[in-house]
C-alpha cells in the first residue's frame, strides 16, 4: 500500500491503538482524533491530504454522523472516504450513517483484514 | 429578569441568543420544573448553539433529580443527546455512580457500554469494582472497554481475571487490549503468561508487537533485548516509538553502567534511520546515560546537527555523559545560538559539566 | 530526572485534552523543566507517579492550574502571534471590509477580551488604522475588557516599556507611538480614541448580554484559566456577540472545537480560524 495520511476517531484509546497498528502496517500515516470536534481540528489543522477518515459514533464533544455531515457541508471534503466504526449495529444506526454522507459502516469489534480489504476497495488499491 | 412565563415564552423565541439567555435564567433561577423544561426544549432544539448552551447548563446542576431525569436521555435516537447524557451524567459524583449499579445490567449492550464510560469518568470510590462486573458481560466490546479502563485506572485487583483473558481470547482486539492493560497493572503471573503464549518473535502476530511492546516497556526483563533488536532491523520504522520505550523501560529497571554491546550497535544503526527526530532525541539522550566510549563520540557527532531538536538531544546527552571534555564545545555553541530551548539546555548540560 | 518521550507524550496530551492547547515537540525542555519544579513542590520523585496524581487524585485540578500557569507565558506585548494577526489583517478583516462597503455599512467592532495592560486592543487598532482605506469615513470601536481594574487604569494610560514594543515594526513605531524618553513609549491619542475599556468579569452570568454585532472577538490565552463548564459560558457569550460570519480568534495554540461546535472552521493561510 502506498503511503497516505489516515485520521482515526475514537474516545477509546484503545480503539485508536488498534486501527493504527493494523494501517501502519500497510504503509498509512496515522493523525488520531479523540472525538469529532478534535476531528475537525486535526483536519483543518493539518497541511496536505487526507487519503480517508475512520470514525465511531458515540463519543464526547461531536458524535460521529454530526463529524460527517460537517465534513460533507465542505466542499474540499465532500469525496473523502468515509468509514464508520461503531458498536452500534441496527439498521437504522446504519442507515443514518449512509444519510450522514458515511461511505462505509463496519461493526466493532474490527476485523483487520476486512478493514484493510475494503480500505484497499475505497482507495482503489 | 422575566417571570417564569417570560422565561418559557423566550425559551421558544425566534432568536437564538433569547432561548439561550432563557435556557441560561431557567437553569440557574432555580425556576421549579427548571430540569424538565430544559429537556424538553433539547430535544426539540435545532440550534446547535442553543443545544450546546442547554447542555452545558445541565452539567451546571447537580442532584438527584437531574441524574434521574437524565438517564432516559441514554436511549434517545438522537445521537447528540446521547452523548450529551454520558457527558452530565459524569460530572454528577457518587449519586450517578449509585444509579450505573442498575444500568450494568441493562438488557441492551449499548446502554451497558454508556455506564462503562460514565463510570470511568466519574472515578469515585467503588467504581473500578463496578466496571470489573463488565469482565463478564455478554458483549466482547463491554469486555473490551472494561479492560482498557481498569489498566488506565491501575486496578490490580482485577489481574487475575485479565490474565485470564489474555490467555483464553481469540479475539486479537481482546489480547491487545489485555497486553496493553497488564503493562500497568501485570503481575508475576502476567510475565509468565506473556512469556509462555509469545516465547519467541515469530510467535508475535504483527498486530500484537505493538502491544507486546508496551507490555515489555513496563514489565520485561533484558530477556527480551534480543528481540528488541530483531524488531529494531526489521520494524524499526514503523515502531518506533513502542521499540524505545520498550529499551528505555527495560533499562531503567536494570541499571547498568555500560550498554550491551549488540544494543549499543542496534541503537547507533537506529540514529542513522528515517525515524522522525523527537525519537532520536530521546535516543541521544538515553544513551548519554551510559559510559560506552562510542557513545561520546556518537553525541559529539550529533552535536552540529542541522535539526535543532537533534542538537538539544546530544547536548543534553553530553550533559549527562559527564565528560569535561566537552566543555568548552558547549561554551562556544552557546556564543553563537539564538534559540531558546537550545539556550535552555546548554545551561543544564554546562552547569552538570562544571 | 527524565521525562522519557513516552510521558512528554502522556502529559502533552493530558494538556491538550483538558484545555485544548498544544505543545509542539520542540518545546519538550522546556515542558520538562516546569514539570520538575512541580514534581519537587510536590515532592514526587517519579514522573509517572506526577501524572498518575495529575489524571486520578487532583479531582480539582488544583496541581494541574499549578502547572498550567508555570507553563503559560503571562506576558503581553504588542503585535503578539504576529503570524496570527497577519491572517487577521490580510484575509478576514478584508473579507469583512468588503462585506460591509457592498451593504453600505462602514461599521468595525471587535472586542478584546482579557485585554490585561492594553497592548492587544492598541494592536488591533493600529492595524485597523493601517488596513482600512478611508479610514475616516468609517466607524469603529474596540471594546476591551479585563477583571482586573488595575490592569485597566494601566491600559488607559498607554504607556509602555521596551519589552512591550519589542515586536512593533518600526515603521509603526514611529507613527503611532511617542517616545518622551528612552525607555518610555507612549500610544498615540488617536489610537487610545479608538479602544473603550471596561471592568467585567467573564463569570458573571448576565455580563455583556446587552453586547452585540461584532465583527471580531479575541480572546488569546485567557481560556486556559476556566474549567470546562465556565469555559463553555463564555465561549457561548462571544458566540452572541458576534454578528453571523463575525471571526473570534484564540491564541494560536488553543483550539476552539472542543470548547464548542457552534462555530464554524475554517483553513486560511496556514491557520485555522473560527467563523459564526
Not at chain 2, 151 to 165: A, I, S
Request: proline share 2%; with cysteine.
Amino acid at each position: 500500500m502506498m503511503g497516505g495520511k489516515v485520521l482515526i476517531v475514537d474516545d477509546s484509546e484503545m480503539i485508536r491503538n488498534f486501527h493504527s497498528y493494523i494501517l501502519k502496517s500497510i504503509g498509512l500515516e496515522i493523525i488520531t482524533a479523540l472525538d469529532g470536534a478534535d476531528a475537525l481540528e486535526k483536519i483543518y489543522g493539518t497541511e496536505g491530504e487526507l487519503l480517508i477518515c475512520l470514525t465511531d459514533i458515540n463519543m464526547p464533544n461531536m458524535d460521529g454522523y454530526t463529524l460527517i455531515e460537517r465534513l460533507r457541508e465542505d466542499p474540499n471534503y465532500e469525496d473523502l472516504p468515509i468509514i464508520i466504526i461503531s458498536t452500534e449495529e441496527e439498521l437504522q444506526d446504519k442507515q443514518r450513517g449512509f444519510e450522514a454522507g458515511a461511505n462505509l459502516y463496519i461493526v466493532k469489534p474490527t476485523e483487520p483484514d476486512e478493514l484493510v480489504e475494503n480500505i484497499r476497495m475505497l482507495l482503489g488499491r | 429578569m422575566g417571570s417564569i412565563d417570560e422565561l418559557i415564552y423566550d425559551l421558544h423565541s425566534g432568536d437564538e441568543k433569547a432561548r439561550a439567555f432563557a435556557a441560561e435564567d431557567i437553569a440557574f433561577d432555580g425556576v421549579p420544573g427548571g430540569i424538565k423544561i430544559l429537556i424538553e426544549r433539547l430535544e426539540l432544539e435545532e440550534s446547535r448553539f442553543v443545544r450546546e448552551v442547554i447542555v452545558n447548563c445541565l452539567k451546571g446542576l447537580k442532584g438527584r433529580e437531574i441524574v434521574e431525569k437524565i438517564i432516559p436521555l441514554l436511549s434517545s435516537e438522537d445521537a447528540f443527546i446521547r452523548n450529551a447524557s454520558i457527558e452530565i451524567l459524569s460530572m454528577q459524583g457518587e449519586i450517578a455512580t449509585e444509579f450505573m449499579r442498575k444500568i450494568l445490567g441493562d438488557a441492551d449492550k449499548d446502554i451497558r457500554k454508556f455506564a462503562l464510560d460514565i463510570l470511568f469518568q466519574l472515578k469515585s470510590l467503588n467504581t473500578a469494582e463496578l466496571i470489573a462486573e463488565a469482565l463478564n458481560d455478554l458483549d466482547i466490546n463491554n469486555i473490551i472497554t472494561a479492560v482498557e479502563y481498569l489498566g488506565h485506572m491501575e486496578d490490580t485487583n482485577y489481574t487475575p481475571k485479565v490474565n485470564e483473558l489474555l490467555m483464553r481470547s481469540d479475539n486479537i482486539l481482546l489480547r491487545c487490549t489485555c497486553l496493553e492493560a497488564l503493562a500497568f497493572i501485570g503481575d508475576e503471573e502476567s510475565i509468565r503468561c506473556v512469556n509462555k503464549m509469545y516465547p519467541s518473535y515469530e510467535n508475535i502476530s504483527i498486530l500484537e508487537q505493538y502491544s507486546f511492546l508496551k507490555f515489555v516497556a513496563r514489565k520485561g526483563a533484558d530477556i527480551h533485548l534480543s528481540l528488541i533488536i530483531s524488531l529494531i532491523a526489521e520494524k524499526g520504522q514503523v515502531m518506533h516509538k513502542e521499540i524505545i520505550n520498550a529499551v528505555e523501560g527495560i533499562l531503567k529497571r536494570n541499571p547498568r553502567k555500560v550498554l550491551p554491546h549488540d544494543l549499543l550497535n542496534s541503537l547507533s544503526y537506529y540514529l542513522t534511520t528515517d525515524i522522525p527526530n523527537i525519537n532520536k532525541y530521546e535516543l541521544l539522550i538515553l544513551m548519554g546515560h551510559y559510559q560506552n566510549q562510542e557513545i561520546y563520540s556518537i553525541l559529539l557527532q550529533h552535536v552540529d546537527h542541522e535539526k535543532v531538536l537533534i542538537r538539544m538531544g546530544a547536548v543534553e546527552g553530553l550533559g549527562i555523559y559527564g565528560n569535561k571534555e566537552a566543555l568548552p564545545i558547549l561554551l562556544s555553541m552557546k556564543e553563537k545560538v539564538g534559540d531558546h530551548d537550545l539556550l535552555e539546555t546548554l545551561d543544564k548540560s554546562i552547569a552538570l559539566l562544571q | 530526572m527524565e521525562l522519557p518521550l513516552e510521558y512528554f507524550i502522556k502529559l502533552r496530551n493530558l494538556i491538550y485534552e483538558r484545555t485544548g492547547i498544544s505543545y509542539e515537540e520542540n518545546k519538550i525542555y522546556y515542558i520538562k523543566k516546569r514539570l520538575y519544579q512541580r514534581m519537587e513542590a510536590g515532592g514526587f520523585e517519579r514522573v509517572e507517579d506526577y501524572l498518575r496524581h495529575l489524571k486520578i487524585f487532583d479531582p480539582k485540578g488544583r496541581e494541574f492550574q499549578q502547572l498550567m500557569n508555570l507553563l503559560t507565558v503571562n506576558e503581553t506585548y504588542f503585535f503578539r502571534e504576529f503570524s496570527q494577526l497577519q491572517v487577521f489583517a490580510e484575509s478576514c478583516l478584508q473579507e469583512v471590509i468588503e462585506h460591509k462597503v457592498q451593504t453600505n455599512n462602514r461599521t468595525i467592532k471587535i472586542f478584546c477580551a482579557g485585554c490585561s495592560t492594553g497592548e492587544e486592543p492598541y494592536t488591533l487598532g493600529i492595524i485597523l488604522r493601517e488596513m482600512i482605506e478611508q479610514y475616516s469615513s468609517w466607524e469603529v470601536l474596540i471594546k476591551a475588557i479585563d477583571i482586573d481594574e488595575n490592569v485597566i487604569s494601566a491600559a488607559r494610560r498607554g504607556v509602555y516599556d521596551q519589552r512591550s514594543i519589542k515586536d512593533v515594526p518600526s515603521a509603526y513605531l514611529q507613527k503611532y507611538f511617542t517616545s518622551p524618553s528612552n525607555s518610555k513609549y507612549v500610544i498615540d491619542q488617536d489610537i487610545k480614541d479608538m479602544v473603550v475599556f471596561e471592568h467585567v468579569n467573564l463569570m458573571d452570568r448576565r455580563a455583556l448580554r446587552y453586547e452585540e454585532d461584532y465583527d471580531f472577538v479575541f480572546c488569546r490565552n485567557v481560556l486556559i484559566y476556566f474549567d470546562d463548564v465556565s469555559r463553555k459560558q463564555v465561549v457561548d457569550k462571544f458566540y452572541s456577540l458576534l454578528r453571523t460570519g463575525g471571526y473570534i480568534f484564540l491564541g494560536h495554540a488553543e483550539s476552539l472545537s472542543r470548547i464548542s461546535s457552534a462555530f464554524k472552521i475554517r483553513r486560511l493561510s496556514n491557520h485555522i480560524v473560527y467563523q459564526r
